[in-house]
């Protein structure tokens, strides 16, 4: 893949963006902390004057993508809590979960799939920055809708922001 190949999405970097924005901006305390989500996102210095990035104009917006990403978050430590041993975060983005979680048992698994560029630009961008995550954490997994990661047809739960998977719930 060549280095033009490897860009982020837009949108990735917009929600990225958005996150670090409800850090500054909505009351406190946060909803989410999503401090990483800026770094990884490398704007431009002026980024807080972009239309796109106008505190009342978004906050509907920005409000929406905060609180599904908490939602999802604390959906998934219910799972792995209840026994769930893989997530699999589907347009994954700049999403920051495995570096939010460092914490991860050796049998919680993450695979974060995207499109080829979003997921190497994050990966430079993690280098880069010298952040830590998890050794184990699969990132940009070949998948179809037919196969599990690497197009093995393994059946991991999958999770979706906006979708909310069955989660074993316990006895």
């Known amino acids: 893949m060549s280095a033009v190949d490897a ?10 963006l958005w996150r670090a924005r409800h850090l500054e901006v909505d009351a406190a305390p946060p ?3 999503d401090s990483p989500g800026l770094l990884l996102a490398d704007p431009e210095s002026d980024w807080r004057d972009r239309p796109d990035m106008d505190p009342d104009a978004t906050r509907g917006a920005r409000a929406g993508m905060v609180g ?3 939602v999802v978050d604390d959906l998934v430590t219910e799972c792995f809590d209840a ?3 893989q997530y699999v975060l ?3 983005g700049l999403d920051t979960y495995a570096l939010r979680h460092p914490d991860l048992g050796p049998h919680q698994h993450l695979f974060e799939v995207d499109r080829p560029g979003t997921s190497a630009w ?5 280098a880069e920055l010298g952040l830590r995550r998890r050794r184990d954490c699969a990132s940009c997994r070949p998948t179809s809708s037919r196969s599990g ?5 393994s059946s991991p ?5 906006g979708v909310r998977p069955s989660c074993p719930r316990p006895a």
């Open 31 to 33: 909803v989410l902390d």
């Open 90 to 92: 589907l347009g994954a």
């Open 68 to 70: 599904r990403a908490r």
């Open 149 to 153: 990661p690497g197009g093995t047809g």
């Open 157 to 161: 739960s999958v999770s979706m922001p």
């Open 122 to 126: 994050k990966q430079r961008r993690i």
């Open 7 to 16: 860009m982020a999405d837009h949108t990735a970097i917009r929600v990225a």
């Open 83 to 85: 026994g769930v041993t």
